[in-house]
Every structure is written in C-alpha cells, then in structure tokens.
C-alpha cells in the first residue's frame, strides 16, 4: 500500500473503536469536538511526507522493496540515521508549535523494542511475528500506540502477589487456545491510543517466574471487541475567556485502556510467559523512548523561550542584568538538552542489528530536562510577572470602555500593544501549567526510572575506574 496522506490515515480511524470522554461515547473520532485536535495534531507526520520540504526528512527508502515508507520505520543502523531520526521529531514538533505528532515516534520505539528483545532471546516464532507486524505497520503505514504501563495497583507488590486487591492491575493472560490468548487488565496514561491503528503491548518491569501469565507482549487494531478507552480531558478548543487565534489548537491526549478478556491471535503475540525477558523488553523501549522525548522537549521549550524573550522585551525588562541571567539559564537548558539528545545519536549502541541512542546519554538528557525543567519554568513565571496568572480575559476587552482602560493600562514599553503583551502571556499558559510539569517528569519514565538506567549501565564503567584507582595507590 505505501505511503497514507493524512486523510487516509483520519478515514482509517473510523472503525467502532469504543472511546470515552467526559462521559460520553465518541462515535466519529475524527470529528468528534473533543477528539478530533488530537486527529489533526497527529496527522502532522502524514502531512510532513506529503510536504515537499519536509519529504526528505520525513522519508526514507525500505532498504529490501525500494518503496518510500516513514522515517519512522525505517530501522537505524548507524549514527546518521539516529540524527535524521532526531531532527524529524524536533521538526515534526515544531510544526505542531511545540507539540508532538507522536503516534508514528513512539511507533518505531516499541516496535524495535519488542524486534531487539525477540531477536536476543533467538525464538524463531517470536522473531516471524513481530517480522510480519513490522511490515504491516511499514507497508500500510499505521500509526501505533505503546501500551506500556499497566495500573498497577500497591507498587511495592509484584504483579501475581497474592496481596494484591485483585490479579487484574498488570494486563495477564486469563485463557489460552489454539487460536489465541485471553488478556485482561488495565493500562494508564497511553498518549494517542485514541486516534492510532494499532495497540502494541509491552510488559512495564522486570518479572519473576511466579509473575509468567504477566510477561506478555501483542499488538491489536484499536477497535477489537473488549478494548475499551477512557480519555483524560483536555485543551480542545478556544474558550470564551481566550483571546481569538486563527492556528489550529494542538495537543495531545492520553487513554485509560481497559482490556475487558480480549482475544489475540496467536499471530500478535511476542511475548507469552518468558518472564526472564520481560524487563528487557521495557528497558529496550525506555533506550529509544527516551531519546524521543528529548528531542520533542527540545522544540517545545523553543517555543517558551522564544515567548519568555519576547515578554521580557514587551515589559521593558530585557537588558536588565537578572534577567538576562535567567534567559541564559534558559538558554543552557536547551542548548544542554540538545547537545546531549545529539550525542546520544552520535554514539550509537547497536543492538540485535538495531542502533539505539546511546543508552547512558539518552538518559541523561531525559533526566537533565525532567529534573531541571520546574526550574526552566520558574524563571519564565518569574519574568512574566503576576500577569501570568491576574491577566483580564477577553470577554473584558471585548467591553468598550473596559477595552480602553486595558489598552491605555497592560500595554508594555512604547509601541507594543496590550493586546499583542496579553496574546503571549496566553501563549505561555497554554503551554506552562501543571499538565505539562507532571508530563516532564512521568512522560518516558519517573525520574528515579532515569537514575536506575543511568547506575545499571554504568557498572563495567565503574569496576574500570575502580581498578584504575587501585592501580594509582599502588593495590595490584
Ligand atoms: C502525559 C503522560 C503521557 C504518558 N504516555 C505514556 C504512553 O504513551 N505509554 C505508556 O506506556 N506510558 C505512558 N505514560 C506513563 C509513564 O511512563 C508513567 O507515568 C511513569 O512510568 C510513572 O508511572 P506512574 O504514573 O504509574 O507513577 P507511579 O508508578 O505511581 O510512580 C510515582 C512515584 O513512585 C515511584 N515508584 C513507583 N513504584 C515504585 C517501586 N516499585 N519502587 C520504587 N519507587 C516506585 C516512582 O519512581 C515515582 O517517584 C505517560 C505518562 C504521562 C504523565
């Protein structure tokens, strides 16, 4: 089939799937009010390979068939590829001012987790499957969720623990037959799942031998019979209270799945009861994962910089020592994120034919933009000044005489505009809030998920060390 134009992919949309929000059951994804900003936010990777400027980056060549597919599919084999890989995200993010398209990034995350971690355990059956998956993703190209992280109940407690409240918190097996496997649980927090083809499940921890009915993998079209998904609310469209802006509104939403005892194909499945590489297959996915994150963070404080600087000069504040501190901060922020995002790509790990960021730096950045991130946006809030959250709404300047008093009192240095200063401080809020803070440290991983990557691949590093120093004072 090929490359999809972004209407083929919102047709491929219309399938049954069962989605909630606020209460109610979504009948058309793609124009329903509430959904359909997600649809169109996402439809920017389609729209970047139809885009002549953008096709070169957004396209690769299928190195068996020739054909053109998503850079999204193409697998990485060396350094070049993962910086292409890099400046597609960081691109795509921009064109959604800021946001992600997401749903083809996270695609090629967890599709080559599940390819590296059938490939290392060496199981034929497993390696076919997840083969012929791939190319059903590549050759149509789908868009596919990562379901990763399961609910999961008292954390402390291993998912088969008998201490449980009930076996349901990490998605298992609950029946077997010739022709498939029952799963049932639950799964939290899947950006995008509402408006992908595809459903691919991962495990989210390591397991032991008792946890075997939980070591599962497998992937699903989005409207099978039992999958149900509840979407958070979100920023779908210009209040009242917003001053008007004719770019289209993006964002992304996520989904609580519920798998209510769905059947999957034998053909779906990579991974039943091999608790042994359970672990493996979600450390695999973070490798990639995080490094997406790095990149779309990069392009999304662009945008907060780029709309801090401009307050600043509104206000009249931009020369002043402090601040000029505070955007250097800001600029160190980004500059370090990019600068590690980037060599994590050009010392690449290659693994079971597959390159990966490098695991240690792909960390790093994430960690780095996750823990100094409040930071970041202190100094925005504090340049801002208490407008930031006092401003007069637009229903207020759309009153004459409340107009004149907000356009002679909340303008800035001469010449700027009160409406112009009250559109960025709109800007920011929009994109500063306490969504995006939790997003930047949950989104890819807790920050201690980061540190215990970081000290795990560390160890052969630190033994080196460690024999080095004994060298120097003499310990033979
Ligand atoms: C906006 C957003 C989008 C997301 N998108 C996706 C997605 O597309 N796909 C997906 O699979 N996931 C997604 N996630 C989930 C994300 O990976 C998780 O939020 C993250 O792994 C933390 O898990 P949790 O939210 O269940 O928090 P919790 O597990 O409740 O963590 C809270 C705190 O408890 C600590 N903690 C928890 N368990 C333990 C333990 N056993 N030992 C020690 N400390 C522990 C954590 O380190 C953290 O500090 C998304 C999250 C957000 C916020």
Redesign the pocket.
Known sequence: MGLRTAEEYKNGLRDGREVWIEGEKVEDITSHPKMKVGVETSAIDYEMAENPKFRDLAVAIHPETGEPISRHYYISQNAEDLIKRHDLIVEATRQGDGIIP?TKD?AGDSLNAVLITCRSMGNEVYIDRINRFYNHVRNNDLSV?????D??GD??LHPSSPDQEHPDYYVHVVDKNDKGIIVRGA???????AYCDEILV?P??AMREEDTDYALSFAIPVNTKGLRQIVRPYRYHQGPLEFPNDRPIRSQT?SWIIFHDVFVPWERVFLCGEWQYAGAMAYNFSYSHRHTASCYRLAMTEVQLGLAIAIAEYNGIDKISHIREKITDMIIYIEMLNSLSRASCLEPIIREGVALPNYIISNLAKYHFAKNYHEFVKNVEDLCGGIFITTPTYKDYQVPELKEDIDKYLSGIKGTSALDRLKIIQGLKTTINA?DE??A?????????ERMTIYGEYQKRLQELKRNAEKIVGID
């Not at 969720?145 to 992280?149: E, I, L, R």
């Not at 799964?187 to 799942?193: E, L, M, N, P």
């Not at 440290?441 to 998920?449: I, K, P, R, V, Y």
């Open positions: 997401f996270v969720a990562c379901a990763m992280t609910v999961k954390r402390s799964k939290g927090h899947i950006t995008c799942a991962l989210c921890r996520e969504d939790v997003l440290l949950h989104a890819e991983g807790s920050l201690q998920a």
